[in-house]
């Protein structure tokens, strides 16, 4: 009989889970009640930070994103905690300068991950660079992911083969990474590319392989089995409650289903249902986030446009903004061109937003008729280098007026930042010495000033008292 291997399970919940069915506004005292609990149940390691919470704490929760970790490391101290950080863009939405990803990793570390999981919106290995030396410094784990993709309806074609992300891998394990991880943001991966990809991944690199992969599709729990099967060692799930539509698979069948066998999670459904239950109590804070146009928990539209439900939620946004929401499906006739015009960046934050948004200008203002600031910064160079090359003939009209200049970079964009801690720093002088703080503002100068001035009104503030 082979020799038992129990999957590695991510719980996703807390961090993932809430932000792909509610907009990521669960508040840390819902997380509470039920942290201890997650505990106890044997996970792998549990996913509470990093992705938008960041943006959406300081933004709209007005909440300390350093004390919500601080605390959740208090309530979960026998479970690896993790985070999703975006590489040099780290939790926000352009590249910053290496003090500021220094600075960041040294003080997330300190706080409480044990785990980073890092990706580049490219897959442009350079932006790992600064990070992965940081994490190191720290003796944390690099689980680095690549952002999965598709040139057509499934594996294969010109750009996004098995080669590709057998390339990639084998770049990415040679940087240092402790493991890997295939990310799909937008669940279009199919079981069966799944366990070919895998079965190649594992035949040309050592570490370990996780697959994340959204339910959105509905292939997600066969590819996560056909994973498995191909000699995958880890998974992402979410507690029932929190999990489908958008969000990832449910983690209770996977426990039903591995029990007798070589995979057997020794997961406690009764400990789990109880989980449940409490979720299931506190769902309807949440629902107004919630997308009830469908009854459905399938949407067949992805395997069509490949577009993440989250870049869908803000087209419709911006075209109610602008009284277009008539031209939404001009929108995603739009979006492929767009993208195409970008060298087929994968479509994960902040990429798809850049191409989303461009692609609702090409549409209300006639094609680059208005081009956003990203839109320029990213044909310069200063997001990383895209799968393929540019347009040109778009390149160079984007660039024409654009302040850096009308030649782009082929250096990894962190070379070319100036510093940035130094300037946080004195902008904060006589309201926060704090290191958490500076890199709020660091990360996200306006909004994250307004939440500094709202909550650090007293004078020669220093800092949170750690109870």
Known sequence: MPDKKPVRITDVTLRDGQQSLFATRMTTEDMLPIANKIDRIGFYSVEVWGGATFDVMTRFLNEDPWERLRILKRYMPNTKLQMLLRGQNLVGYRNYADDVVEAFIEKAAETGIDIFRVFDALNDERNFIAAFKAIKKTGKEIQAAISYS???KRLGGPIFNIDYYIEKAKIIEEMGADSLCIKDMAGIISPYDAYELFSKLKENVKIPLHLHTHYT?????????????????GIDTCFAPFALRSSHCAVEPFVASFQGTDHETGFNLDAIADIDAYLESIIQKYMGF???????VVDIGVLMHQIPGGMISNLVSQLKQANAL????RVYEEIPRTRKDLGFPPLVTPTSQIVGVQAVFNVIAG????ISNEVKDYFYGLYGKPPVPVNEEIKQMVLKNYGRGNISIDTRPGDILEPEMAKAREALKGLS??????????LYPMTGLEFLKKNRA?????????M
């Open 326 to 329: 008539h031209r939404l499906k």
């Open 367 to 370: 094609r680059y008729k208005m």
């Open 217 to 233: 599709s509905g292939m997600a729990s066969m590819s996560l089995l056909k994973a498995i099967e191909a000699g995958a060692d």
């Open 290 to 296: 919630a997308d009830t146009t469908r009854f459905s």
């Open 150 to 152: 598709l040139t057509g």
């Open 458 to 466: 007293a004078p020669h503030y220093h800092g949170p008292v750690v």
């Open 433 to 442: 010495e704090d290191m958490g703080d500076i890199l709020i503002y660091a």
